[in-house]
Structure formats: C-alpha cells, structure tokens
C-alpha cells in the first residue's frame, strides 16, 4: 500500500526533532552550578524518548506494512520495533551515563543528551528508509553526531585522537557506501529500493555491473557493523571515547545497522543473494575468529568489549547469509528474525556491561582495566551479580539470553542446509567456548582476586533500578524467550512478506 504524503507515518520523527529542537533551547536556561547533572535537559529528553518509543510500539502492534512520500519511507512492524528497541537502550544509556558525564564535566552544557537525540532521529531515518538517499543522510546524520560525542571531553587527549580516527575512517567508509548505491542506482536508475529490486528482476542488468556496487555497499556496511577487516576503529573508539559515549556507540546505532543491512541487502538485493552471503559468510568467519582471539590478550577491559563486540557481530551475519540457500528463500524469515533476536538481546546486555563499568569509575579514575573489578563481589554483590550474569550471557551460557540467541542463529544456520552450514556451526561453537575464557577471567577477578580498593559502590536510585531491571531482563528472556522470539519472527514476515 502507498499513500504519496502521509504525515503520520513519520510521526515519531517529527515529535523527535521538534523536541530535540526545543530541549536545546531549553537546556540555555539551565545553571550549570545549581544543577550539574542537567536535570531539566535529562527529564526532557527521556520523556521524549519514551514518547516516541512509545508511539513505534503502539504502530508496529497495528501491524500495518505502508510505504509513503513516493515510497521514499517504509513503515512496517520491522522498523517500529527495531525504534521501540532503540528507544529504550538510548534511555537507559542515558540514566547510566548522567552521574559519569557530571563528574568529567561533560555536562556544563546539554550537548550531550542533544547530540544523542539528534543521533537517534538518524537512526529513526535510517529504519525507516526505502531510498538510497535516505539511508544516506540518516546514516551521516547519527554518525556525524558520534564523531561529536567521542570528542566530547575536549580536553581529553586519548578521546580526541579516538574522534579523529573515527571520523576518518567513518568517512571512508561512508565513500565505500555511497560509491555503492551510485553505481547500484547507475544500473538500474532507481534510487528507491523497491524498484531496484524490480530492475535486477528482469534478469537485463549486466551481472558484473552489479556485483561491483554490491561489493561496496557490503564494505561499507561492514565497517557500520565493525565485522573484520572492516574492524580498525572498534577497539580505538570504545577504548578512547568517554564510557557513556562507548555505550551509546555500542548500543542503538547497532540497530539501525542491522536495519540498513536488511533494508539495502534483503529488500533491494535479493536476486544477488547468492554473491552478497558469500561477502557475508567471509566477513562473519573472520569476525569470530579476530575478535575472539584478540579480546584474549586485552588487559583494558573497554578495549575487550570491543573485540567481543567484533565477534558478535560475526555471529550475527551468520543468520543474514543463511536465508536464501540455491535461491530458496523458505528458511529467510526463520534465520532472519534470529539474527533480530541476536542483536536485540545482545545491545540489551551490552547496556548493563557498560553501565557497571560507568557504575564503578570515580572523579578523575576510569575503570577501564579488567584488575579495576577485582574483589568487586566484597564491594557491592549485588552489582558483581548484575555484571556476571551480562557477562555469562555474552558467553553464551544457559540459562541466559545468550544462549538461546546463539542457539536460534545456529539452528537457522545448520537446517538451511546451505554447503558446509554444518562445518561453519561448529566453527561458531569453537570459537564461542574460546570467547567463554576472557568472560570467565572477568568473572574470576570479581569473585576470587582482593579488591584494591575498600571504597562503597555508590550508585543514585534510577541507576540501580535500570540496572537491576536490565539485569532481570537479561535472565528472564533466557529462561522465557519466546515471546521476543515470536515478535522477531512476525516483524520479519510482516515486513519482508510484503
């Protein structure tokens, strides 16, 4: 269905830039000195995220599949989750991140919950987007306000350097992806995907024209997903960026990544499935093997996650290139709602990871060293509870959301029955245990080494509420995950069955 200008399916997105707009006008009236945590800013910015979030849940519940303004946006139940989901991981980094912004001084002025709103409104467009154009100035837009945010604490060094190798290699990027879609639009003269998808099914586009876009639209959404080679940036970013900036990078912008990916592969290079999983199957390969084997050797507990963020990564892709098998797309919805299903859980864990590690540094330390942790058990075990079981979810170990995320990809993988599916299952197991040992070794640091410190873990109220909840969540979606099972799997036939 299409309806040339319809208003209301891009409603959340006005809500998010008018409100972005005026919290940034509110925020000059806030005094710094009688409120360093920028509470006004902050209060305003998770009622509009929670609106907003709201309003995409209420829309992908109707269920209904639209495309609008000259099929330019799609509005379907994939992108109002995937919104709704987005929406709450960028609230909860910002109840994680306000107490570590007040004490580095990162919230003298509001750029901080500004900056992220203005990113999350090119998330929103992202999801959104059925044009080649769109996706682009989405994608600019959020990344854009990240090169911002990692340069945040200007007078930083380490967080500098880190702004300017992202912003360089972003860029870069960025060229390998437009450089893509031009050539992409060059042969079929379409910049709407639909009708990309229309022309390469006429069979008279010359194949070798094609594969060339394709392989840069796949490079280029490699580097946005971090999956080796593409990796270079992960370990400098997370590692040099303030940790609340860490967490926003590793939280919602994977969403909108995995959006685009579907998007741009599976609704507009669908006919070139067969070229674009191999690209995939080598990207996801050497993912899981670079990250686990170099999160091994990480004493910097950011830089760690980093690598571990490669591998899931890697382990995501392996859903997204086992839906079509000897252009047999029977087993597509199944394999991708389980890489939905993976990314989901794994940013919902990766929120609690960070927030214990924002939750532990102090004015003028950061706890970014794995030996920081140690004895935390003696300290606070409550919040040693909430960090090992994220931990053991990342690791894959029942009866978390983990497990059951790796199993559901693994399972799409191996009854594709795509050549050598079994082979590349295994291969995920393997390095999946080997990833287990630099979880464990967190782990034993908390439980087993002497705390180097006998400081109080001191926390305000909405922080240890979300973190316990988040935590909560982690647990209980592993031992019930059907219900999110089930919304993945009706996103994906809803939307890629139209």
């Keep these: ?47 509009t995220l929670g609106a907003v979030g709201t309003l995409a849940a209420i829309n992908a519940i109707g269920g209904d ?7 330019m946006v799609v509005f379907d139940p994939l992108g109002n989750w995937l919104k709704c989901f987005a929406s709450i991981a960028m609230m909860v980094t910002f109840v994680y991140g306000r107490p570590y912004c007040a004490d580095r001084g990162m919230l003298k002025g509001g750029e901080y919950f500004i900056l992220s709103l203005f990113a999350m409104l090119g998330i929103f467009v992202m999801i959104s987007s059925n044009n080649f154009l769109l996706i682009y100035l989405g994608l600019e837009l959020t990344t854009l306000a990240s090169y911002a945010l990692v340069a945040l604490r200007r007078d930083n060094g380490i967080a500098t350097e880190a702004a300017i190798k992202y912003f360089v290699l972003g860029a870069m990027a960025s060229g390998f992806l437009l450089y893509g879609m031009s050539m992409l639009y060059g042969a079929t003269g379409s910049l709407d995907i639909t009708n990309v998808f229309k022309a390469i099914m006429t069979g008279q586009i010359k194949h070798q024209v094609l594969l060339l876009g394709v392989v840069f639209v796949v490079c280029g959404l490699a580097f946005k997903l971090g999956a080796v080679p593409f990796h270079m940036w992960v370990p400098d970013v997370y590692q040099g960026a303030p940790t609340s900036v860490t967490l926003l990078i590793a939280g919602a912008p994977k969403l909108a990544a995995f959006a685009i990916v579907i998007r741009l592969l599976v609704d507009g290079l669908m006919p070139l499935a067969l070229d674009w999983q191999q690209m995939l199957m080598v990207l996801s390969i050497c993912s899981l093997l670079v990250g686990n084997f170099a999160a091994i050797m990480q004493t910097n507990l950011k830089r760690m996650l ?40 794994y940013v919902l864990t990766t929120l609690a990871t960070f927030g214990i590690i924002m939750l532990l540094s102090r004015e003028g330390f950061e706890s970014e060293e794995i030996s920081d942790l140690a004895g935390l058990n003696e300290r606070s075990p409550l919040y040693a509870g909430v960090m090992t079981i994220c931990l053991f979810s990342l690791a894959g170990v029942p009866p978390l959301v983990g497990f059951y995320a790796k ?35 967190v782990i034993k640091v908390m439980y087993f080494d002497a705390p180097l410190t006998v400081s109080a873990v001191t926390a305000t109220l909405d922080v240890r509420l979300v973190l316990t909840l988040n935590a909560g969540v982690v647990l209980v979606l592993g031992l019930l995950p059907q219900g999110l099972m089930s919304l993945c799997s009706n996103a994906i036939l809803r939307s890629l069955g139209n």
């Excluded at 707009?21 to 998770?46: G, N, Q």
């Excluded at 559901?408 to 245990?433: E, H, K, R, T």
């Design 1 to 47: 269905m299409t309806e040339s200008f319809n208003w209301a399916l891009i409603y959340p997105e006005i809500l998010l830039l008018l409100m972005a707009c005026f919290i940034s006008l509110a925020d000059l009236s806030v005094d710094s000195m009688k409120s360093p945590t920028r509470t006004l800013t902050y209060v305003l910015s998770l009622f």
């Design 65 to 71: 599949v639209t495309f609008g303004f000259n099929d």
């Design 407 to 441: 199993l559901a990809v693994l399972q799409s993988l191996v009854s594709s029955g795509l050549p050598g599916g079994v082979a590349i299952a295994i291969f995920a197991v393997l390095m999946s245990l080997i990833g287990a040992f630099y979880y464990l070794r």
């Design 306 to 345: 980093a690598y571990s963020t490669i591998s899931h990564m890697g382990f995501m892709l392996v859903g997204i290139f086992s839906g079509v098998v000897d252009s047999n797309t029977a087993g597509a919805a199944n394999a991708y709602s389980s890489s939905m299903f993976y990314i989901i859980t």
